[in-house]
């Protein structure tokens, strides 16, 4: 009972130091933003995609892009005002060795951004019907994108920014086929396709028009091989 008021005192003295620390932090904190200025961020609940190289990172919303350049600590933000073509994004991925950045909108269009080059492909945005992009993966050791689609694979030239080939409808009896994941590797390009399925087709030296695809069980190791590289391309 002796240190109860030494006690009482001790803990009056800590929270007289909380209360003195409290404005010193937020003044620091206030003190990294110029006066009037803003500070940009995603929002909170908004998941998003990364992007980039070593030098430069694209942070993308569902309704923003972000570009950071972490060794400069410094940030550029794109807008339907000075870049995009529409405020909603869908997929993103960065070609380090282009310079390219690759955007896809929910309408089917594909926005090419480079730094002093641009070319928007509407070629599936016109499609009928209209497929949904789900996903973008760049192909190793060789200049091109594959975009999963709601209802097949298409392969986008990132040195001519065009698109190179599309196989639309590719399912059995020609039904919408969706590709959640395409990767190309050694000339070879896999495809994941809900649920957990993958579908081959043998290359032809004439390209394939339409390939006739087998179901495969989930653990088999499988590949869908189109010879895009000898396609004519299509309209962008």
Known sequence: MRDLPHNI???????????LLTPLRSSQAQSQL????????????????????????FVQGPHSLLLTFPLEDRWKTFTKQDALR???????LY???????????????LHLLGQTRERI??????????PEILSLHLAQDAPFALAGLSNGLAVIDLERTLLSDTFLNIGPGGT?????HASYRDATTSLL???????AAAPKTSGISAPGLVCHPPQESVFFVPNFLTREALSP
């Not at 006066?35 to 990172?57: I, K, M, P, S």
């Not at 492909?121 to 209209?130: G, I, S």
């Not at 919408?176 to 959640?180: C, D, H, K, N, V």
Request: proline share 9%; hydrophobic share 45%; glycine share 8%.
């Open 121 to 130: 492909l509407n070629a599936l945005a016109n499609a009928t019907p209209r």
């Open 9 to 19: 005192h001790l803990i009056g003295l800590i929270g007289m130091l909380c209360l």
């Open 86 to 92: 529409e405020q909603r994004l869908s997929q993103s």
């Open 176 to 180: 919408a086929l969706p590709i959640q």
């Open 34 to 57: 110029p006066a009037a200025g803003w500070r940009y961020h995603l929002a909170y609940l908004e998941g998003a995609r990364l992007t980039g190289d070593a030098q430069r990172v």
């Open 95 to 109: 070609a380090p060795a282009q310079e390219l950045l690759l955007l896809a909108y929910p309408d089917g269009r």
């Open 193 to 199: 396709i809900p649920p957990a399925y993958c579908w």
